[in-house]
């Protein structure tokens, strides 16, 4: 099993930054591709940035050129860093974990609790 343990979450201005980070413990390893997710209120939960362990990124549309992944294997801890932000970023954020060998038969995929950011004046 996986842990994963999401903070740095909050109330934030337009315009400021957050650094989001996900301790992850248990079966976990740097073989894991990394994601954070988030759902606003009436939403569906969307991919917002992944990492892989060769360190590729994606980013979605929305916040490419705002935010950064980074992935620390030693501390098995992963960031994003959330700049320029913006009311329509308000959301609760998901870290993610996926085996890659097992995503095609649906296992090794692993949720954090959640952290809740807020962006307003």
């Known amino acids: 099993q996986v842990q994963l343990v999401e903070s740095g979450g909050g109330l934030v201005q337009p315009g400021g930054s957050l650094r989001l980070s996900c301790a992850a413990s248990?079966?976990?390893?740097?073989?894991?591709?990394m994601g954070w997710y988030r759902q606003a209120p009436g939403k569906q939960r969307e991919l917002v940035a992944g990492?892989?362990?060769?360190?590729?990124?994606n980013f979605s549309d929305s916040v490419k050129g705002r935010f950064t992944i980074s992935r620390d294997n030693a501390k098995n801890t992963v960031y994003l860093q959330m700049n320029s932000l913006k009311p329509e970023d308000t959301a609760v954020y998901y870290c993610?974990?996926?085996?890659?060998?097992?995503?095609?038969?649906?296992?090794?995929?692993?949720w954090g609790q959640g952290t809740q950011v807020t962006v307003s004046e």
């Open positions: 993610n974990a996926q085996n890659p060998y097992l995503a095609t038969i649906k296992r090794g995929n692993y």
């Open positions: 990492i892989t362990s060769g360190g590729s990124t």
């Open positions: 248990g079966s976990i390893s740097s073989i894991y591709t």
